[in-house]
């Protein structure tokens, strides 16, 4: 059992990893600084929490922005799934238009509609790994 100050830190670690991790996809997506914001849930002058993360602070608190990173390594680690042997593909597929998306791209799709658009891209890939 942790005493408070320690679980506090391992939380803290915990998120300083995360931000690492979530920084390298949006490098491997090679996602605008838009695009990273808006899949963060931050707003357009918020570039300063970015370089933040980049340079190795852990990520906020708030339950939003952590449950929206965990979606989006989930819907990594779905694509790693579905192109094992092909990187470059997995990385391009989510900037690539989509007849399942009415012809928009994921990242369209979750910039447009949020935590909806989060659900619906893991889905959609949830379904190709079940099929």
């Known amino acids: 059992m942790y005493a408070a100050g320690q679980e506090f830190e391992v ?3 915990d998120r300083v990893h995360l931000a690492k991790m979530i920084m390298k996809l949006f490098e ?3 996602l605008k600084t838009e695009d990273q914001l808006s ?6 002058n918020s570039k300063a929490t970015l370089t933040r ?3 190795g602070q852990p990520l906020a608190t708030n339950r939003d922005m ?8 989930a819907i990594h680690k779905s694509l790693r799934l579905i192109f094992p042997k092909n990187h470059e ?3 391009y597929w989510i900037t690539t238009k989509n007849n399942a998306f009415a012809g928009m791209t994921p990242i369209e799709v979750i910039t447009k509609r949020g935590f909806t658009g989060l659900f619906m891209v893991r ?6 790994i079940a099929n």
């Not at 899949?39 to 357009?44: E, T």
């Open 11 to 13: 939380q803290k670690t």
């Open 28 to 30: 491997n997506w090679q």
């Open 39 to 44: 899949l963060l849930g931050l707003f357009n």
């Open 53 to 55: 993360y980049r340079n």
């Open 66 to 73: 952590l449950e929206r990173v965990s979606i989006l390594l």
């Open 89 to 91: 593909l997995a990385y």
């Open 123 to 128: 889905a959609y890939l949830d379904k190709i």
